[in-house]
């Protein structure tokens, strides 16, 4: 039987004698704007509970009586805090309201700066609209004004100027409703009134930059951003945030080839509005005096400038062999044309399926992956629907550090919804501040929590197992699994408890760094499917999921597309591969925006493998350790400097259009192994991403219902219909 729609109860108001219908108890300045008419704001923000401290919003209330003639209140209210009912009748236009609007404007106006010629806001200042709009033509303020400290570095990234401040406290309520961290709060009273940290530290939130973007004034400004330029020299495109796996909406501005500012664009679907403070700053690399802009040879002890043909025929040569003697790693911060085209050059061109794309301790085989063990996906919620659960337990991971955005979601769901949040951690997170239970475990025994919290579910009758299940987990009882993992019984016990109902379970792919991480992820998947739960391990960088689902891992292609032809077994993984060049059997090796000195556990392997194999590619976009090892180095677009497509944690594909020019002579990476395979074995050349994805499309079932085209401006979800 289909599920009844859910009922929305409505009433009916009319605004300036326009009749609408509105849902009950929505909040005035929301219902006016279905008629395109507006309000003027300062401290009401859509995300924020209303405080109705600015006044700005004021309209003039009725109520209509039974012979329809309107009843005004004797005062102007609050838009913003006025709820929708039955009858009421608002005013937005009238003599009244207008006087009112000038009147709080010149209130707000009197200690004011005159700073909007060298004020950051100014241009996109909403304060400077309202005036405009709605404020009086002159002043009547002839007294001195107040005088405090200008340019306060609240932080790294956040300059406080209080003579600008009008007291909205939008900033303080996004730390205590979104962010959480709750870092900045009023002090004093009255005209003295500043928002600040306790006892004016540091502001070390990792959402910081987000109060710059909602205070309407010029009060918090970018210290990355002040005075390099004004709004009108900017040019502005939407693009993708590309610093960790949540693929974030932004705006990036910049201006003179240069990235100026990055800003947070709306997408209800995945980031709402907001950035962190690692994608909001992040991306200073375009800009970096690193960049590579010209290929390069090793001719002796140098790498010297050299032609792009001229790379191509030393890479051709030393790829020669193919099979087992060559090998590629990195990728997962490619687009998906990228990841497509890198491993179809490796094991259609160079007949070789040593690739891999994963630098943890724990590297899945096809017989360990969960769709094969378990019969189900490893990413099953969307971050849209983590606010709706009742329970989450998110395990092993530091949201706020590893998956900020999906952090908020499940702050948000604690905070609006009252969901019961587990985590289980080694080390305290930012997720603890609103744990219903914390469970501290002892570092390493993360798949004794796991087996112990699925048998307690067991013993308890809460679920049912195989019989088999059942006996692997006769070990973990819940004395031994509190002496091994250090948390205590009674904790077991009660997230046993809450697990039993249908819980979000949450890890992330660090979980692979962690002692027997094959059991983690069964345990917590199994404690999910038997209680009718979700189960999740995100991906952490860029495009993981991506370069996941196109196979770019030993056997990767064979177990997720639909190409025929032999199974390949032989295939190397990351730590094969970097055996294999250290004891010379693998004779050259292609790095694709990789950094395994930086990112693998044993450096000293690295260094070996790097020195020891014969030919080695750095293809990059800026200079770094690796590059003083290599034979050929190639240039490479960063991804707001080509057309591409992205896929974030939850399997969401979006597409980011160019941005950027490209310095000097870099190229898109997918044209590269293009151009490389048309020289290795001549054919039909690809002349623009989309004929790529159609490929993609057609070889991998899971994206078969991409248009590249026709994306949707939320995005595609991979595995749902459009």
């Known amino acids: 039987m289909a599920a009844a729609a859910t009922q929305t109860d409505t009433v009916t108001i009319t605004v300036n004698d326009i009749e609408l219908k509105v849902p009950k108890g929505e909040i005035i300045v929301e ?44 005062k102007p209210q609050a838009a913003c805090t006025l709820p929708a009912t039955e009858g009421m009748a608002i005013f937005t236009d009238t003599e009244m ?67 600008r401040c009008i007291q909205c406290g939008r900033c303080v309520r996004f730390t205590e409703e979104i962010s959480g961290d709750a870092e900045l709060a009023f002090r004093f009273r009255g005209a003295e009134m500043q928002p600040s940290t306790f006892e004016m530290t ?39 945030c590309s610093v960790c796996s949540n693929g974030c909406n932004v705006w990036m501005d910049y201006r003179v080839g240069k990235v100026v500012r990055i800003n947070g664009r709306t997408n209800e679907a995945v980031n709402e509005e907001w950035t962190c403070d690692r994608g909001k700053f992040g991306h200073q690399f375009y800009n970096s005096d690193k960049r590579l802009t010209t290929p390069l040879i090793r001719k002796g002890d140098r790498l010297t400038p050299c032609s792009w043909p001229e790379a191509y025929a030393a890479i051709l040569d030393a790829f020669a062999p193919g099979g087992n003697e060559i090998a590629a790693l990195g990728g997962a911060t490619l687009s998906n044309e990228d990841l497509y085209l890198l491993q179809h050059l490796f094991r259609k061109h160079f007949q070789s399926d040593n690739i891999d794309y994963r630098f943890y301790k724990h590297l899945p085989s096809i017989d360990q992956r969960l769709p094969k063990v378990m019969g189900q996906q490893d990413v099953q919620t969307l971050l849209a629907d983590v606010e709706n659960k009742s329970s989450i337990f998110v395990f092993g991971t530091s949201l706020a550090d590893e998956e900020p955005i999906l952090f908020l979601r499940v702050r948000k769901a604690w905070f609006k919804n009252a969901a019961k949040v587990i985590v289980a951690n080694d080390e305290p997170t930012d997720a603890d501040s609103f744990a219903h239970l914390i469970l501290r475990y002892t570092t390493g025994t993360e798949s004794y929590l796991a087996s112990g919290l ?19 987990l006769e070990a973990y009882t819940l004395d031994a699994v509190s002496r091994k993992t ?46 009718g739960g979700e189960f999740n391990n995100y991906a952490l960088e860029n495009n993981e999921e991506g370069a996941d689902l196109l196979g770019v891992w030993p056997g990767g292609a064979q ?18 591969i ?83 020019t490209p310095p000097g002579e870099s190229k898109s990476a997918w044209r590269i192994f293009s151009e490389v395979g048309l020289r290795k074995t001549p054919s039909t050349p690809l002349f623009n991403p989309r004929e790529v994805m159609e490929m993609i499309a057609s070889t991998f079932p899971v994206f078969a219902d991409v248009d590249y085209e026709e994306l949707p401006e939320e995005g595609f979800v991979l595995g749902r219909k459009p």
């Open 578 to 660: 970097l055996n294999a060049c250290a004891d010379e059997s693998v004779k050259a090796l292609w790095l694709v925006n990789a950094r395994p000195l930086e990112h693998y556990e044993d450096r000293k392997l690295v260094e070996r493998a790097l020195e020891n194999v014969e030919f080695l590619v750095y293809q990059s976009i800026i200079e770094s350790d690796e590059m003083a090892y290599a034979s050929v180095v190639l240039p490479m677009c960063a991804p707001a400097e080509a057309d591409g497509s992205y896929t974030n944690l939850e399997r969401r594909v979006q597409r980011m259009k160019q941005v950027l």
């Open 454 to 472: 699925l048998r307690q579910l067991v013993v308890s009758g809460k679920i049912n197992v195989p019989a088999a299940t059942k006996a692997a």
């Open 31 to 74: 219902s006016v704007k279905r008629l395109g008419l507006e309000i003027p704001i300062f401290c009401y923000h859509a995300r924020m509970k209303p405080v109705g401290m600015c006044r700005m919003c004021l309209v003039e209330v009725g109520f209509k009586g039974p012979d329809g003639t309107v009843k005004k209140m004797p």
């Open 559 to 576: 177990y997720a597309s639909s190409e025929g032809g032999e199974r390949l077994e032989k295939g190397l993984g990351t730590h094969g």
């Open 202 to 240: 540091r502001f070390t939130s990792k959402f910081s930059g987000n109060v710059i973007e909602i205070c309407p004034v010029g009060a918090l400004t970018s210290a990355k951003y002040r005075f390099r330029a004004r709004p009108w020299d900017l040019e502005t495109r939407p693009a993708v």
């Open 486 to 531: 250090g948390v205590s019984e009674k904790l077991i016990e009660e997230a046993a408890a809450i697990l039993a109902e249908s819980p979000m379970v949450i890890t992330t792919r660090s979980i692979l760094n962690s002692p027997d991480a094959q059991d983690t992820i069964e345990s917590l998947a199994g404690l999910a499917m038997a209680t």
């Open 97 to 163: 309201v207008h006087r009112d609007r000038k009147g709080v404007l010149e209130f707000l106006l009197i200690n004011h700066p005159l700073d909007c010629p060298i004020c950051d806001r100014g241009g996109e200042c909403p304060l400077q609209n309202n005036t405009l709009f709605y404020g009086p033509s002159t002043s009547r303020f002839v007294e001195l004004k107040r005088h405090l400290p200008k340019a306060f570095p609240l932080s790294n990234y956040v300059t406080l100027d209080l003579e």
